[in-house]
């Protein structure tokens, strides 16, 4: 294992104790703290078309911001895991719209459960809305180890889409370094329940 992958695997699972001692109490009201912060952002107010995803367990909790950008008339697309770990995607048409999905050896996910739109559908994205568990001073993302993101934003690349990156933390999760690979792409802001940051 090389000496990044080592470092991100040791960051993970420090990050991801933390979260482990979070009350359902705390991811709500981060929740409901992160929505209006990321609402407040130029990248969203702006968008037509936004990537995001449905938190689940202790991730910083999404739901509130994707029904306030449904009702604003956005598009919002929401992914659906294929078995390669890559991501298909789904349109967002409120609560009703989702399915509760059991993924073999993984976790239970909400995923849209309308007509799947194609992994190629992010493309048209203004802005994609990325988990993650942490992020450093230049914008460098640590996700959870899938893969599932950077083969999307690999597929922007080829693209030549630019949609704004923006990841949603929690307070503490902006961290000094996070080791990067050759295929890691900086974000260009992070949200967390006390703030934004940007790195563009």
């Known amino acids: 294992m ?5 470092g991100k695997s040791a960051l993970r699972a420090a990050l991801l104790q933390v979260r482990s001692g979070l ?6 009201k981060a ?12 990248e969203l107010s702006g968008a037509r078309t936004v990537a995001a995803y449905v938190s689940v367990g202790r991730e910083p909790g999404t739901r509130a911001l994707l029904d306030a950008l449904h ?3 956005v598009r919002v697309l929401l992914p659906v895991l294929l078995g390669d770990n890559d991501l298909d995607w789904g349109a967002y048409d409120g609560p009703g719209s989702l399915a509760r999905v059991q993924h073999a050896g993984k976790m239970t996910l909400l995923e849209p459960a309308g ?14 809305l990325l988990p993650g568990l942490a992020v450093d001073g230049r914008g ?7 893969g599932s993101y950077d083969r999307v ?5 080829r693209a030549a889409a630019d ?19 050759a295929h890691d792409r900086p974000v260009h802001a992070v949200v967390t329940p006390s703030g934004t940051r940007r790195f563009r």
Do not use: F, N
């Not at 090389?2 to 080592?6: H, Q, W």
């Not at 460098?140 to 899938?146: A, D, E, H, Q, Y």
């Open 31 to 42: 929740a409901e703290l992160l929505a209006r912060q990321a609402l407040e952002l130029p």
């Open 153 to 157: 934003l690999a597929r922007l690349e």
């Open 23 to 28: 009350t359902a109490d705390d991811v709500e």
């Open 2 to 6: 090389s000496s990044s992958k080592a």
């Open 140 to 146: 460098m993302r640590l996700g959870r180890g899938g």
């Open 71 to 73: 009702a604003r008339g």
């Open 163 to 181: 949609p704004s990156l923006v990841v949603l933390l929690y307070d503490g999760e902006i961290v000094a370094h996070v080791p990067e690979e």
């Open 115 to 128: 007509e799947p739109l194609g992994k190629e559908a992010v493309v048209a994205a203004d802005a994609v």
